[in-house]
């Protein structure tokens, strides 16, 4: 099997290298300088520094020479999932592409999956996402990921391709379930950031980890997800992992929110776009989900986090 990764942030860098005892693996960067400095310095010091890039990957820029591999996995973020592919079309035809981003596209709406297949509608799309931290998964920790492929055939290759003897890859043929748990994570990881940065406790904390769960429920089974997923690794299994560590950059940029400082704007926080385009489905589609837009507010400012928090806790009192 080869696999290319196109896309050398953290993520990419790191399911790179991963991989590389299953086969020829390919880091695609778009940029030439970065490129070259990762395959000579065998480390990505820009994205994932004080790890090593084994021996056996091949850094590259040239798209042409990635995209011969039997399967590419996308690892850029959700909002540039569009740009990145429409930029390559006629090199991703027909490939199998498995999207690794979290988030929902706020000018469609869409997940990853449908992106791919308005982009590229020959390719054979899947997902790969769940609690992973590129950290963790570079330095060879035990991870379960989740694989998404409507195509059971498809599936089952992938899943014995990319499994790795410390990343261990459950499938499931719910790709909008899987879609929805990884990218609405975030969002909760966000607020429970902004929670303990405040000052507001673990208990408050809880309550938002369990009614944001809640929330990822109500708009996941709205559109079309199957309750179990959400029940998986891509669902509450990454929103516990997210909502509790300081590895993740969204409960960090919710931690800075919490204590009204700033935050570095180079940083991939895909939660914050994602609780927008959530925010306007939801009420288009007249859902109740107090925390996403709460968090939106947030994000853009809108709000202050002492008017965040008035917002929630008047909110009319309810059945559980
Ligand atoms: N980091 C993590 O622990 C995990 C991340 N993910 C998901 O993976 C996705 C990527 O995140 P991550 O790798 O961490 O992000 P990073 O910010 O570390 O890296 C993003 C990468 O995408 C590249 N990129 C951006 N736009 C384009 C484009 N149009 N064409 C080609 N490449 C592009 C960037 O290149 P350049 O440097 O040139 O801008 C950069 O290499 C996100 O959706 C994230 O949620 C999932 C699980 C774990
Ligand atoms: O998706 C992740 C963990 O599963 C990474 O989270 P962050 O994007 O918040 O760093």
Redesign the pocket.
Known sequence: MSVSVLGSGAFGTSLAISLTGNGSVTLWSRDQDQAHHMQTARENTQRLPGVALPADIKVTSNIDQATKADVLLIAVPMQKLRDALQAQASDLAGKTLVACC?GIELSSGLGPISVIQQTIPDARPALLT????ADDIARGLPTALTLACADDSLSLTLQHDLTTANLRLYRTTDMIGAELG?ALK?VM?IGCGAAIGAGLGESARAALMTRGFAEMQRFALMRGARPDTLMGLSGLG?LV??CSSE?????RFGLSLGRNIQFDTHT????VATARAMTEIATAEGLDMPISTTVADLSSGAYSVTEAIRALLNRPLKEE
């Open positions: 979290k769940g609690p992973s931290f990884g975030n990881a990454d992992l997210t590895l993740s950059r969204n409960y991939t926080v895909e939660g």
